[in-house]
T-cell receptor, first 115, second 108 residues
Framework: SAVISQKPSRDICQRGTSLTIQCQVD?????MFWYRQQPGQSLTLIAT?????????ESGFVIDKFPISRPNLTFSTLTVSNMSPEDSSIYLC????????????FGPGTRLTVL | AQRVTQPEKLLSVFKGAPVELKCNYS??????LFWYVQYSRQRLQLLLR??SRESIKGFTADLNKGETSFHLKKPFAQEEDSAMYYC??????????FGQGTELSVKP
């Protein structure tokens, strides 16, 4: 089965700084998504990462705050910009493989704490 | 509006007891629903989906369009079933809408 990895696994950051999270898959995927899970909350979709074009953001999320790149079919990054303590969350990438018919596979998550 | 509701934040049962984790949805079209599970210190993973109509680890879930429900059931809970369970609805563009999650605790 495919391996989905995220870097870093966790980080503690200062207010006002930015952090870039990487998601790497060892085989080509059709879809890549970024989710946020705030403490004690469920998963909320931030955006769909589109290969070679701008990401598609959900209501309440904007590119200036969460810029996303997806340069190829196996890699994506999510940047959390100008962080505040409210950005403390677990950030997860998920992917969909061709032929799996809408089944999403999740990365291990990145636990971010903003002081 | 598309929405998934899991009314129970925590469900605690004894080993061997039946389990039902509730999930209700709001969706205007024909829904596609999933149950995801997250065991302690593991990543979120798919448990089952309604279109496959299969039983995984003894769990089943039936889509009831009349009641807009997709409850997860197991006749005899095991301690290893203790985990966080999320019901999810497939939306357009392949997006998943997740419920709030139910923590299942199975006591010996």
């Amino acid at each position: 089965s495919a391996v989905i990895s995220q870097k870093p696994s966790r980080d503690i950051c200062q207010r006002g700084t930015s952090l870039t999270i990487q998601c790497q898959v060892d085989s080509q995927v059709t879809m890549m998504f970024w989710y946020r899970q705030q403490p004690g909350q469920s998963l909320t979709l931030i955006a769909t990462a589109n290969q070679g074009s701008e990401a598609t953001y959900e209501s309440g999320f904007v590119i200036d705050k969460f810029p996303i790149s997806r340069p190829n079919l196996t890699f994506s990054t999510l940047t959390v910009s100008n962080m505040s303590p409210e950005d403390s969350s677990i950030y997860l990438c998920s992917v969909e493989f061709q032929g799996t018919y809408n089944e999403q596979f999740f990365g291990p998550g990145t636990r971010l704490t903003v002081l | 509006a598309q929405r998934v509701t899991q009314p129970e934040k925590l469900l605690s049962v004894f080993k061997g007891a039946p389990v039902e984790l509730k999930c209700n949805y709001s969706y205007s079209g024909s829904p596609e629903l999933f149950w995801y599970v997250q065991y302690s210190r593991q990543r979120l993973q798919l448990l089952l989906r309604h279109i496959s109509r299969e039983s995984i680890k003894g769990f089943t879930a039936d889509l009831n369009k009349g009641e807009t429900s997709f409850h997860l059931k197991k006749p005899f809970a095991q301690e290893e079933d203790s985990a966080m369970y999320y019901c999810a609805l497939l939306s357009w563009g392949g997006k998943l809408i997740f419920g709030q999650g139910t923590e299942l605790s199975v006591k010996p």
